[in-house]
Nanobody
Framework: QVHLEESGGGLVQAGGSLKLSCAAS????????ISWFRHTPGKEREFVAR????????SYAASVKGRFTVSRDNAKTTVYLQMNSLKPEDTAVYYC??????????????WGQGTQVTVSS
């Protein structure tokens, strides 16, 4: 089992940047693809970005492509989500998830507690 913990959320003005971190309780190595999702009240969790265990392959939702970058460190214990050119519609609780695949939240077994990102206009 993997324990995940997100950090780095906060309040930022539109056009600004934030960098989220997802720390894993154990070295994830090449076992786990890590995905970022976000959730706003009244909506289902939305896929944002994904990085494979090796770090070589990434995938992004169309709404964030070109603005967000997902990466993982060499020790593969932390995954990052660099968010640039933030928009008010990016406001959400952001979660990292592991032990799954694809863009559907219910495919993932392990979740962090989430970190709030608020973008003011």
């Amino acid at each position: 089992q993997v324990h995940l913990e997100e950090s780095g959320g906060g309040l930022v003005q539109a056009g600004g940047s934030l960098k989220l971190s997802c720390a894993a309780s154990e070295p994830t190595g090449e076992r786990y693809t890590i995905s970022w999702f976000r959730h706003t009240p009244g909506k289902e969790r939305e896929f944002v970005a994904r990085v494979t265990g090796s770090g070589r392959d990434t995938s992004y939702a169309a709404s964030v492509k070109g603005r967000f970058t997902v990466s993982r460190d060499n020790a593969k214990t932390t995954v990052y989500l660099q968010m640039n050119s933030l928009k008010p519609e990016d406001t959400a609780v952001y979660y990292c998830a592991a032990g799954g695949w694809g863009d559907q939240a219910n495919n993932y077994d392990y979740w962090g507690q989430g970190t709030q990102v608020t973008v003011s206009s």
